[in-house]
């Protein structure tokens, strides 16, 4: 199933609020840029287990948002490359907001309710 065009806005700007809101409380904490932090051997380790699973569960037919977001975080842990990093924090993102679709789907049935198309970067609240 593929959400609709708003829904997906909807979660967007959800997500566009919560990242402003997260610069907000590190530039109150004085917080500058944070380093990666990925690319630890155990990272690697954990990034091809999670590969296996998603990989066994598909195959059995019983993939879970869970196993998808975790293979996808993973494999950003285990990440040196920044490009590469990015591409996998994208996939994150992605990920995330499939699965926060996903509940409001379940929640408000097969179509949320109609409406006017919000703003994908709706104006932060103070």
Do not use: N, Y
């Given at each position: 199933?593929?959400p609709?065009r708003?829904?997906?806005?909807?979660?967007?700007?959800?997500?566009f609020?919560?990242?402003?809101a997260?610069?907000?409380?590190?530039?109150a904490?004085?917080?500058?840029?944070?380093?990666?932090g990925?690319?630890?051997?155990?990272?690697?380790?954990?990034?091809?287990?999670?590969a296996?699973?998603?990989?066994?569960?598909?195959a059995?037919g019983?993939?879970?948002?869970r196993a998808?977001?975790?293979?996808?975080?993973?494999?950003?842990?285990?990440?040196l490359d920044?490009?590469?990093l990015?591409?996998h924090?994208?996939?994150?993102?992605?990920a995330s907001?499939?699965?926060?679709?996903?509940?409001?789907?379940?929640?408000?049935?097969?179509?949320?309710?109609?409406g006017?198309?919000?703003?994908?970067?709706?104006?932060p609240?103070?």
């Amino acid at each position: 199933m593929i959400p609709g065009r708003a829904s997906t806005h909807r979660v967007l700007g959800e997500v566009f609020t919560a990242c402003t809101a997260q610069d907000r409380a590190a530039a109150a904490a004085g917080l500058g840029p944070l380093p990666d932090g990925t690319g630890r051997p155990h990272d690697r380790h954990a990034a091809a287990k999670a590969a296996e699973l998603v990989a066994v569960d598909s195959a059995g037919g019983r993939l879970t948002h869970r196993a998808v977001l975790m293979q996808h975080v993973t494999a950003a842990f285990a990440e040196l490359d920044p490009t590469r990093l990015r591409d996998h924090l994208i996939e994150i993102g992605a990920a995330s907001a499939r699965w926060a679709l996903a509940l409001d789907e379940r929640q408000a049935g097969p179509r949320l309710a109609e409406g006017p198309e919000p703003s994908l970067f709706p104006e932060p609240q103070p």
